[in-house]
């Protein structure tokens, strides 16, 4: 007798392994339906219980059709000041497909006898909420994932890794449950947390000390959360002065090891971090940046290039030179590296360089703007940092007489600004008294000419070496004006009453 000994392929399987074979379980997105229940019936029982999740809480939030309807339905009429229960939901509901999969009408009812102590409303709501966002953590990563498959030759990885910085940092904040009221005492403290640090420092500074003491007195140093506006024309030096308060903060942070200044996020969308870098290097070796760029260096010159350069490479800054950079995209490298350094500071050259979405450059400039100078305003709000923006000017300056920037020579001018804390402009009259030096006329005599010559180089002198930065506005200080030194040989401002021989 022969036996058979052909075997299934289960039988090939050893018992203790069987299961790797076995279909996978089906996984449910997260939901928790007897919580929705739950809350429902709160507030079916006590209208109050509303209060405590309306704020953070949509119906969109709720993983069954019906409950969502059932919730909007109640926040309406409560909103109107009405009675929500089960009877003035009923005539809402009684041909409403949704709610019959789950039972009708009669469901309310249920709803109501389901309820749960309206004391724990809140903690119901907010595992809602936490369902709802883990719903939409793996719809983003499906997202992620997809694109990512996709060879679109438009569409760099470099963007889809900030589209989902930008999409999973939307996710964390809306709905944040800390937001809201919060009690006067609680804001007296937090000010008087402010005044304390200020008094605290021998300079009286509540905010980033800059090191030009006439412009820390009438700012009291760069506050945090406010947006600055560092504006002018061309070859006034707006990116000198915004290099050198860089660099000065910065330094400050790391001799004081923290006390004071701040870490330095510097985007220069304009200039290349090696050309950035080298204006420091000039300014702190007394080595002219042009005589460094065309190789003119003596060695005793250069041995001082060295030097400096050897005690920079610990100062905290840190440079973005992508030029074209979105509002979108500065906003999250910025949040990468508020992480990873505790940024303290940020500075963008310059704001017209900046990108904004597709939806507002199809709007026209004047909506790109706004948009930019809201997501910059928002930064500095959200990472608890000044923001330091330079912007350029329009060209009706050069058209008057007086040089001196006003508020309305800004470029789109109604959202800058309208969304800076401070506005600041950089004016050098310096500049245009040696463009405009007087020419003979041909029926002046040459002692009149002479004497306007005289005049003129009385004035350019008087003029060499000074700046003016004009604050045209403040939104928590007075306006005004402060005179600096500057030398443009080494791209540096410094405090008006020092020697050159001093710097």
């Known amino acids: 007798m022969v036996t058979n000994t052909a075997s299934t392929s289960e039988d090939l ?35 109050r219980a509303m209060e405590q999740v309306a704020e953070f809480l949509r119906a969109e939030h709720f993983a069954l059709t019906a409950h969502a309807r059932i919730y909007e ?6 909103d109107r000041g009405q009675i929500a229960d089960p009877t003035t939901l009923r005539p809402y509901f009684e041909a409403d497909n949704s709610l019959e999969d789950i039972g009708g009408a009669q469901y309310l009812a249920h709803l109501a006898a389901s309820a749960i102590n309206v ?24 997202r992620v994932v997809n694109e990512a498959y996709e060879n679109d030759i438009d569409l760099e990885a470099t963007s889809q890794i900030e589209e989902a910085e930008q999409a999973l940092y939307d996710l964390a904040t809306t709905g944040d449950f800390d937001g809201g009221f919060q009690p006067f005492k609680t804001a007296v403290m937090e000010a008087i947390k402010v005044a304390d640090a200020a008094h605290a420092r021998q300079g009286g500074l509540a905010g980033v000390g800059t090191d030009l003491i006439d412009l820390d007195k009438l700012l009291g140093g760069l506050h945090r959360s406010d947006l600055l506006i560092l504006a002018g024309r061309p070859a ?10 860089a660099y000065n903060a910065a330094k400050n942070h790391l001799d004081t090891k923290g006390a004071e200044g701040a870490v330095v996020g510097f ?7 090696e050309q950035l870098a080298a204006r420091i290097l000039s300014e702190q070796s007394n080595v002219s940046s042009d005589r460094m760029r065309k190789g003119e260096l003596t060695n005793e010159e250069f041995s001082r290039l060295a030097q400096a350069s050897n005690a920079l490479h610990e100062v905290p800054i840190f440079i973005d030179d992508t030029p074209a950079l979105t509002v979108s995209a500065l906003r999250t490298r910025a ?15 310059y704001l017209q360089l900046i990108s904004g979405s597709a939806k507002s450059r199809s709007d026209g400039r004047v909506q790109e703007v706004s948009e930019i100078t809201r997501g910059l305003k928002t930064l500095a709000k959200e990472l608890d940092v000044p923001v330091i923006a330079l912007s350029q000017l329009s060209r009706q300056v050069e058209q008057r007489e007086d040089k001196r920037p ?13 969304d800076a804390d401070v506005v600041m402009f950089i004016y050098r009259d310096e500049y245009y008294l040696e463009k405009a030096e007087p020419m003979q006329r041909a029926d002046e005599s040459p002692e009149k000419f002479a004497q306007r010559q005289s005049g003129w180089e009385e004035r350019v002198e008087r003029a060499r070496g000074k700046a003016e930065v004009i604050v045209a506005k403040q939104r928590h200080g007075p306006v005004g004006s402060v005179k600096l030194a500057f030398i443009g040989e080494f791209t540096r401002f410094g405090n008006l009453e020092e020697q050159h021989d001093d710097y």
């Open 119 to 142: 004391i724990n409303s809140r903690e119901y709501g907010r595992i809602i909420y936490d369902m709802h966002l883990r719903r939409e953590l793996i719809a983003l990563g499906e």
């Open 267 to 273: 985007f220069s969308l304009e200039m290349s971090a």
């Open 73 to 78: 339905a109640m926040n309406k009429l409560i």
């Open 13 to 47: 399987v050893p018992e203790e392994d069987a299961s790797e074979f076995e279909t996978p379980a089906f996984r449910q997105l997260p939901r928790n339906i007897e919580a929705e229940r739950g809350l429902l019936g709160a507030i079916f029982v006590d209208n």
């Open 406 to 418: 006003q508020l309305a020579d800004l470029r789109e001018s109604g959202s800058i600004e309208q």
């Open 236 to 245: 006034m030096g707006k990116t000198a002065l915004a290099t050198n308060i």
């Open 335 to 349: 949040r990468r590296l508020k992480r990873q350094n505790d940024l303290g500071l940020i500075v963008v050259d």
